[in-house]
């Protein structure tokens, strides 16, 4: 599977979108993006994920560039309870292989 | 509906000490994760489980460590003799087939001492 590249740590307003960027320029043509988020001391929660157009759910957004090498997880009105750390993991669809998590990107929401 | 369901939530024991950790996977799902995670190694796989038949276990730290599945909706990791290098949060996961995202439960906090 692809490696995965954030920055380590971000900071949003509450009320203001936060948008987490992601690289993962090696990505082969079948796998896919998958971001999770951890709130502290909770398991991993599943967001979203996308092959190459972009998706939305009731969570977030997910903007894929063109090219695949880098996308972005948008949280369009963040909350103090979306502070979390959050992983943009590749991985191929078919494939029962284990998600590799990173080190992620540290969220913080501020009032 | 219920997510994925482990227990214990916190568990302090001794060295030596064997310990069971329990997890009732989403009904309905086919595979089975254990993951580990500690401040040093992060996340990390320990053993995944599909139709209750072990398919890789190659996370699996030593044999001290044991994992089954007796059936659809329920498994174990068990680890006999515990050690301290052994604290850690362990999460169960599952996940309908190899397409569907996995679903974590809350994780059980092991302290060794």
């Known amino acids: 599977d692809a490696k995965t590249t954030q920055p380590p740590s971000m900071d949003c307003a509450e009320g203001r979108a936060a948008n987490l960027p992601c690289n993962h320029s090696?990505?082969?043509?079948?796998?896919?993006v998958y971001w999770y988020r951890q709130i502290h001391s909770q398991g991993p929660q599943y967001i979203i994920h996308?092959?190459?157009n972009n998706e939305t759910n009731e969570m977030a957004s997910l903007i894929i560039t063109e090219d695949r090498k880098s996308s972005t997880l948008i949280l369009p009105h963040a909350t103090l309870r979306d502070t979390a750390v959050y992983y943009c993991?590749?991985?191929?669809?078919?494939?029962?292989?284990?998600?590799?998590f990173g080190s992620g990107t540290q969220l913080t929401v501020l009032p | 509906d219920a997510g994925v369901i482990q227990s214990p939530r916190h568990e302090v024991t001794e060295m030596g000490q064997e310990v069971t950790l329990r997890c009732k996977p989403i009904?309905?799902?086919?595979?089975l994760f254990w993951y580990r995670q500690t401040m040093m190694r992060g996340l990390e796989l320990l053993i995944y489980?599909?139709?209750?038949?072990?398919?890789?276990d190659s996370g699996m730290p030593e044999d001290r460590f044991s994992a089954k599945m007796p059936n659809a909706s329920f498994s174990t990791l068990k680890i006999q003799p515990s050690e301290p290098r052994d604290s850690a949060v362990y999460f169960c996961?599952?996940?309908?087939?190899?397409?569907?995202?996995?679903?974590f439960g809350d994780g059980t906090r092991l302290s060794i001492l």
């Open positions: 009904s309905g799902h086919d595979y």
């Open positions: 993991i590749v991985k191929s669809s078919g494939s029962a292989r284990q998600l590799t």
């Open positions: 489980f599909n139709n209750n038949v072990p398919i890789d």
């Open positions: 090696t990505i082969s043509g079948n796998e896919y």
């Open positions: 996308g092959l190459k």
């Open positions: 996961a599952s996940s309908p087939d190899s397409y569907q995202p996995q679903h």
